[in-house]
T-cell receptor
């Protein structure tokens, strides 16, 4: 099956620093990638939708200047948490849509646990 | 707007028995998909089963089957012959085909414990 690689799997940073999370589709081209955030024992909350070559669409309540998303190629999308604070500590997951298989299939990365001290 | 509701925060079942997880959804779209995902302690999202809304026949995948009631907007998951490895969080999700960018919206989740 299709593989989505997400790195890093875990990151600890100091308050005020920026952290970049990468999401790569390894064996398919992903025109659309989605970024989710998950707090412990809670559901996955969609943060934004990124389309290759265009600006990301953010969900209501998500600060676009705080969570910068770049989808510069068909295999890579990045999420940068700028000036991270302890309340940004969370589990971040990406998912990617395979351009060839159409709307039905999404593939998930393994997630990134961000801890801001 | 799409919404997905799971009203059972926790469920438990004895090994080898059958359990049903409930899910209701709301959408104004005619074309959409419904999913059940499993999230074990590793937190990797695993697709359990998928249902296309235009198909009347309920999807099945080995021990997993769904009861899709389109008019009632209900989409329950039945796990037969439960195994210890089925212990996980289960999320119901919906996805429109065309509008809203095809985004996947999740329910609140049900934590399933399979007891030996």
């Amino acid at each position: 099956g299709a593989v989505v690689s997400q790195h890093p799997s875990r990151v600890i940073c100091k308050s005020g620093t920026s952290v970049k999370i990468e999401c790569r589709s390894l064996d398919f081209q992903a025109t659309t990638m989605f970024w989710y955030r998950q707090f412990p024992k809670q559901s996955l909350m969609l943060m934004a939708t990124s389309n290759e070559g265009s600006k990301a669409t953010y969900e209501q309540g998500v600060e676009k200047d705080k969570f910068l998303i770049n989808h510069a190629s068909l295999t890579l999308s990045t999420l940068t948490v700028t000036s991270a604070h302890p309340e940004d500590s969370s589990f971040y997951i990406c998912s990617a849509r395979d351009r060839e298989t159409g709307m039905g299939k999404l593939f998930f990365g393994s997630g990134t646990q961000l801890s801001v001290l | 707007a799409q919404t997905v509701t799971q009203s059972q925060p926790e469920m438990s079942v004895q090994e080898a028995e059958t359990v049903t997880l409930s899910c209701t959804y709301d959408t104004s779209e005619n074309n959409y998909y419904l999913f059940w995902y499993k999230q074990p302690p590793s937190r990797q999202m695993i697709l359990v089963i998928r249902q296309e809304a235009y198909k009347q026949q309920n999807a099945t995948e080995n021990r997993f089957s769904v009861n899709f009631q389109k008019a009632a907007k209900s989409f329950s998951l039945k796990i037969s012959d439960s195994q210890l490895g089925d212990t996980a969080m289960y999320f119901c999700a919906s996805r429109t085909l065309y509008n809203q960018g095809g985004k996947l919206i999740f329910g609140q989740g049900t934590e399933l414990s399979v007891k030996p």
